[in-house]
């Protein structure tokens, strides 16, 4: 079945490291995305990508830092320059052509919950 | 700017009950306008979603929202509520062309027996 695949479900970290969260899709997106979420702030973009080899910076970048070096996979890293880590992390992609006018619907993976020790 | 705001972040209802989750939009042009529910420590899914046509969406799990322009409102209801919609359920909408969800803060549903 076509989906996007996150990984680890759990994570635990020492302040001070850096951890990468995988994010690997088979439905043919385009364009790739990854969101924060806290209780009671509801979804913050971090990054996205609408086309291999580029991406850009979401509202919450600072202390994130990702690739898109294939279609298929989009890993976030969680560098030590994020200040408050724990938080449930989301990614997301949209069909169609990139740069396209799409209806914007999104499908997600089932998170990532990173817990900073 | 476009904003969702979603009014009351916490609704309690009976089993049985009405549904009933606001949410209104802020845009200088139709928005493209979703639902999505979220259970404890997964993904969201997709509710339904309104693109064109018809302004009253069916989506699964007997949910239903209508597209109201006047009211820039897109409220979220089921006629009976049923345990297992016990959820948190997000508004979204996208009025431009560079496919970036707004997201309103959530709304928590609990049913009570």
């Known amino acids: 079945d076509g989906g996007i695949t996150q990984s680890p479900k759990y994570l635990f970290r020492k302040e001070g490291q850096n951890v990468t969260l995988s994010c690997e899709q088979n439905l043919n997106h385009d364009a790739m995305y990854w969101y924060r979420q806290d209780p009671g702030q509801g979804l913050r973009l971090i990054y996205y990508s609408q086309i291999v080899n580029d991406f850009q910076k979401g509202d919450i970048a600072e202390g994130y830092s990702v690739s898109r070096e294939k279609k298929e996979s989009f890993p976030l890293t969680v560098t030590s320059a994020q200040k408050n880590p724990t938080a449930f992390y989301l990614c997301a992609s949209i069909g169609g052509l990139a740069g396209g006018q799409g209806t914007g619907e999104l499908f997600f993976g089932e998170g990532s919950r990173l817990t900073v020790l | 700017a476009q904003s969702v705001t979603q009014l009351g972040s916490h609704v309690s209802v009976s089993e049985g009950a009405l549904v009933l989750l606001r949410c209104n939009y802020s845009s200088s042009v139709p928005p493209y306008l979703f639902w999505y529910v979220q259970y404890p420590n997964q993904g969201l899914q997709l509710l339904l979603k309104?693109?064109?046509?018809a302004t009253l969406v069916k989506g699964i799990n007997g949910f239903e929202a209508e597209f109201k322009k006047s009211e820039t409102s897109f409220h979220l209801t089921k006629p009976s509520a049923h345990m297992s919609d016990a959820a948190e359920y997000f508004c979204?909408?996208?009025?431009?062309?560079?496919?970036?969800?707004?997201w309103g803060l959530g709304t928590s549903l609990a049913v009570n027996p």
């Open positions: 309104y693109t064109t046509g």
């Open positions: 979204a909408a996208n009025a431009g062309n560079n496919r970036k969800l707004i």
